[in-house]
């Protein structure tokens, strides 16, 4: 399996993607972390686009690809092996929550096939189409421009083999955060996570975020442990 994510060269984006692939060598032994350097984008009018362009250079690489490949956001924090998801039937696999912002496109994967290749290609055109027309309702409604393509790519495309797979274990973010578990896989440090965890003031977690220690502690764990 391949394992790719986009990096866009900001001080703290070098932080997570430390973090990264630090947990990536701990939890998955001899798996590479292929790093997509994409040229800082310019200042956007709303900080919702920026997720445009690391979402096309990762997904045109995985459209090249003749291999498995997994797809993932930089600020993730592995806590297992997710190479066993290819033991599964799919040509593409997403992560969904139980929200009205149902998917999240942190992590996914694509095997090398027909199918796989035509809903890429279908999912880049329709997140050009947005990312052109966008407004905040996207936001609103989908958390995202590509997550509001992923969505009208599946109901475009029905008879290609999608499969959902439960943030809590494979893309633990914002909405499920109080069920992670020993099961979860993956830990998606964004929203109120991410400043807790990059926090270097040493400023005591807020009240409301108690329940975040363990996560915080564990990710502060891989900084600076080498790549």
């Not at 060269?9 to 939890?27: P, Q």
């Not at 066993?84 to 090398?112: C, E, Q």
């Not at 809903?119 to 997550?147: A, E, L, P, S």
Request: charged share 25%; aromatic share 10%; proline share 5%.
């Amino acid at each position: 399996m391949r394992l790719i994510t986009a990096f866009f060269g900001s001080k703290d984006y070098h932080r997570m993607l430390d973090v990264m692939c630090s947990s990536v060598k701990k939890h998955m032994p001899g798996q590479t972390t292929e790093i997509i350097t994409v040229p800082e984008p310019p200042a956007p009018d709303d900080k919702h686009k920026l997720t445009y362009f690391g979402f096309i250079p990762a997904a045109i690489e995985a459209l090249a690809s003749l291999e498995d490949i997994a797809v993932a956001d930089l600020d993730l924090m592995f806590r297992g092996d997710i190479r066993n998801v290819f033991s599964y039937d799919f040509d593409i696999a997403v992560t969904v929550r139980d929200h009205h912002m149902k998917y999240n496109t942190g992590l996914w994967f694509a095997r090398p096939t027909y199918q796989a290749k035509e809903f890429i290609k279908q999912w880049i055109d329709n997140t050009h189409r947005i990312y052109k027309n966008y407004t905040i309702d996207v936001v609103h409604r989908w958390g995202g421009i590509d997550q509001q393509a992923l969505a009208e790519t599946i109901e475009q495309m029905p008879t290609v083999n999608v499969l959902q797979l439960p943030c809590h274990i494979w893309n633990a973010e914002q909405t499920c955060w109080k069920q992670i578990n020993e099961e979860t896989k993956v830990i998606h440090i964004k929203s109120g996570l991410r400043p807790l965890c990059l926090d270097t003031t040493g400023a005591q977690i807020p009240i409301k975020h108690k329940h975040l220690r363990k996560i915080i502690e564990e990710w502060q764990t891989y900084e600076n442990t080498g790549i």
